[in-house]
């Protein structure tokens, strides 16, 4: 829910994550619009797992192109999430 994003995450390696997902999304866009809340970043380790927001951080840092940062890292873990592993 949204009041349980807002804060941090029981388990300190995931709020590490989720921090780490924030700090490296921001850090590449200087649009406001275009940048993560801590409480998306929060919210898509909590849904998707740290190994499938590890791979999507990997893609995000091999593709220097990228225009929308954000929308990139959530197709990549949607679409990481349908596929069967």
Same mark, same amino acid.
């Given at each position: 829910?949204? %009041? @349980?994003?807002?804060?941090?995450?029981?388990?300190?390696?995931?709020?590490?994550?989720?921090? #780490?997902? +924030?700090?490296?999304?921001?850090? %590449?866009?200087?649009?406001?619009?275009? %940048?993560?809340?801590?409480?998306?970043? %929060? @919210?898509?380790?909590?849904? +998707?797992?740290?190994?499938?927001?590890?791979?999507?951080?990997?893609?995000?840092?091999? #593709?220097?192109?990228?225009?929308?940062?954000?929308?990139?890292? =959530?197709?990549?873990? @949607?679409?990481?999430?349908? =596929?069967?592993?």
């Amino acid at each position: 829910t949204k %009041r @349980r994003a807002r804060q941090p995450l029981p388990d300190p390696q995931q709020e590490a994550l989720a921090q #780490r997902v +924030y700090s490296t999304i921001n850090a %590449r866009t200087i649009e406001r619009k275009n %940048r993560i809340s801590q409480a998306s970043a %929060r @919210r898509a380790v909590f849904t +998707y797992g740290t190994s499938a927001v590890e791979y999507a951080l990997k893609q995000l840092a091999y #593709r220097q192109n990228i225009l929308k940062p954000v929308g990139f890292f =959530m197709t990549i873990l @949607r679409s990481e999430s349908k =596929m069967p592993h």
